[in-house]
């Protein structure tokens, strides 16, 4: 009797403590593939050494970095990759701050080098079991210690500065001249300096026309004037303006520009920056000496551009059609056959009169007379390369 007894207790113990043992190694499980805050890690940019990037055969790998890339350079890596030879595949478009990688074997590691800020930083990639779901790297001279789960700010919100607080400035540097006349009280506030710095390269010629500097916002917006002196159509990147004061480089934040200024006319564009390059202190002021780069861009691979020039006017065009069409019609309508070859034999001796006129030898204006205080004075109008 005692032995069905203890059969009889070992089946409900069992049938009591299973399903709670279950329930808690299934509540691990959960717990464990939930938590992948270390899948994340937070690196700071450095020249002194790669970093290490682990990626994995499934899925990809992003990497953020604090600026704009504006160049990759890497053996093994491929947007369109050959599986015999390419390590990596890689993913980016043009413009952004980030890219995406995925091994392609087992085993595969390669070294690529990116640019920033026109400084070239080294990674080192490898296949991992264990890959990073997002390597987000830092500015070179910021604390590398990050709280799991406490919200990274970049670019503008690092900064302190909204969208649509950009927008209201760039807007107030567009209509600065309308808004000084009509509305003085809006931007008596600013700062404001007028260089026409010019600058050429080639057939391209760039002058800026004014700065304007917003205290509040940490801001400076420029109004810069594009010319094409060439005889086919200069294209370049709307986002890709940029100052440099000195050896500090300040990328736009925001910018207003077409992409395009045709062959032989000249077209305005603006931009702001925002803030210093190392995150410190207050940014530049009007009156120091900027220097402007712009990127070019090809036409089929700029897909920015925008029309940024309207059609010449109508008066412009020219009329030789439209006058030979109208002679015709009076001619049509005139009668006497005799009258009408009188006329259009008159006409051509005229225009060939007026033609022969025109390409005849005209005596150039004597030169004026050169004094001898001349040699005292000075070409103002320099133009600085």
Same mark, same amino acid.
């Given at each position: 009797?005692?032995?069905?007894?203890?059969?009889?207790?070992?089946?409900?113990?069992?049938?009591?403590?299973?399903?709670?043992?279950?329930?808690?190694?299934?509540?691990?499980?959960?717990?464990?593939?939930?938590?992948?805050?270390?899948?994340?890690?937070?690196?700071?940019?450095?020249?002194?050494?790669?970093?290490?990037?682990?990626?994995?055969?499934?899925?990809?790998?992003?990497?953020?970095?604090?600026?704009?890339?504006?160049?990759?350079?890497?053996?093994?890596?491929?947007?369109?990759?050959?599986?015999?030879?390419?390590?990596?595949?890689?993913?980016?478009?043009?413009?952004?701050?980030?890219?995406?990688?995925?091994?392609?074997?087992?085993?595969?590691?390669a070294n690529l080098t990116v640019v920033i800020n026109e400084k070239v930083y080294c990674l080192y990639c490898q296949e991992d079991s264990d890959p990073s779901?997002?390597?987000?790297?830092?500015?070179?001279?910021?604390?590398?210690?990050?709280?799991?789960?406490?919200?990274?700010?970049t670019g503008l919100e690092k900064k302190g500065v909204s969208r649509e607080q950009?927008?209201?400035?760039?807007?107030?540097v567009k209509r600065y001249s309308a808004l000084k006349t009509a509305k003085p009280d809006s931007v008596a506030f600013l700062s404001v300096a007028e260089p026409n710095k010019t600058t050429e390269v080639g057939e391209i010629r760039t002058v800026i026309r004014r700065v304007v500097r917003d205290d509040s916002l940490d801001s400076v917006g420029f109004e810069v004037q594009l010319d094409n002196r060439s005889q086919s159509d200069f294209y370049f990147d709307p986002q890709g303006f940029a100052v440099r004061v000195g050896d500090q480089k300040y990328d736009q934040s925001i910018s207003d520009a077409g992409g395009i200024v045709p062959a032989g006319t000249s077209v305005s564009a603006f931009f702001a920056i925002t803030g210093t390059t190392n995150g410190g202190g207050k940014g530049?002021?009007?009156?120091? *000496?900027?220097?402007? /780069?712009?990127? &070019?861009?090809?036409? @089929?691979?700029?897909?920015?551009?925008?029309?940024?020039?309207?059609? $010449?006017?109508?008066?412009?065009m020219p009329r030789a059609a439209i006058g030979g069409s109208k002679a015709a019609n009076s001619e049509k309508g005139n009668v006497s056959g005799a009258g009408g070859?009188?006329?259009? *034999?008159?006409?051509? /001796?005229?225009? &060939?009169?007026?033609? @022969?006129?025109?390409?005849?030898?005209?005596?150039?204006?004597?030169? $004026?007379?050169?004094?001898?205080?001349?040699?005292?004075?000075?070409?103002?109008?320099?133009?600085?390369?």
């Open positions: 009797m005692n032995r069905y007894w203890v059969l009889f207790l070992i089946a409900l113990l069992n049938t009591t403590f299973c399903p709670w043992s279950c329930y808690s190694q299934e509540s691990d499980i959960i717990k464990k593939e939930v938590d992948l805050s270390r899948k994340v890690v937070h690196k700071v940019l450095s020249q002194s050494g790669p970093a290490d990037v682990k990626v994995g055969l499934q899925g990809i790998t992003t990497l953020e970095f604090p600026t704009k890339i504006e160049a990759i350079n890497g053996y093994g890596f491929a947007m369109q990759p050959n599986l015999e030879t390419d390590e990596f595949q890689l993913l980016y478009d043009k413009g952004t701050n980030f890219l995406s990688l995925k091994a392609l074997r087992r085993g595969a590691s779901f997002a390597v987000i790297f830092g500015a070179p001279g910021e604390n590398g210690v990050r709280v799991m789960g406490e919200p990274q700010f950009l927008l209201g400035f760039l807007d107030k530049p002021a009007v009156d120091q *000496k900027f220097d402007l /780069q712009i990127r &070019a861009a090809e036409a @089929a691979t700029n897909p920015n551009v925008a029309p940024n020039f309207t059609e $010449p006017p109508v008066e412009h070859k009188e006329t259009k *034999k008159k006409s051509r /001796q005229e225009a &060939a009169q007026a033609n @022969a006129n025109d390409h005849g030898k005209k005596t150039p204006n004597p030169a $004026p007379k050169k004094h001898w205080f001349g040699i005292f004075k000075r070409d103002s109008g320099t133009v600085e390369r």
